[in-house]
């Protein structure tokens, strides 16, 4: 019972991010995974992508509930998210973990200097 409390604190975390911020959860479980639920970073990477796609999904449905979605200009990012989406499923295997892992640490430090200083 313990192991499903971790699971629901991970997917509590994923979902207050993407719906406080519209995505985000990704970064909360994928060390969540990974240091505190055991799984490794090959099977962390794809679990964490299979937990948001439903998030997303929810709080995109809230945003067009509430009148906040704009698809013509989502329609471009959402074509190339689906498309990088094909490519970076296809090569996720190829590539090292320990160079994900740099990439990914990588993108959070970026997106927090980003988000700190409104830049």
Not at 29 to 34: G, K
Not at 45 to 61: D, E, G, N, Q, R
Not at 74 to 97: E, N, R, T
Request: hydrophobic share 55%; glycine share 16%; charged share 10%.
């Amino acid at each position: 019972m313990k192991r499903y409390a971790k699971f629901a604190v991970c997917g509590a975390c994923a979902g207050l991010a993407n719906g406080f911020f519209g995505a985000g959860g990704g970064l909360f479980l994928i060390p969540l995974f990974i240091r505190w639920c055991g799984l490794t970073e090959e099977k962390a990477f794809p679990t964490s992508v299979f937990v948001i796609f439903p998030l997303c999904v929810v709080s995109a449905a809230i945003y067009f509930a509430n009148g906040a979605i704009d698809f013509v200009f989502a329609l471009p990012y959402f074509i190339g998210g689906f498309s990088g989406g094909i490519v970076g499923g296809k090569y996720f295997k190829k590539i090292p973990a320990g160079a994900l892992r740099r990439v990914f640490g990588a993108l959070i430090l970026y997106g927090g200097i980003k988000a700190a200083f409104f830049l």
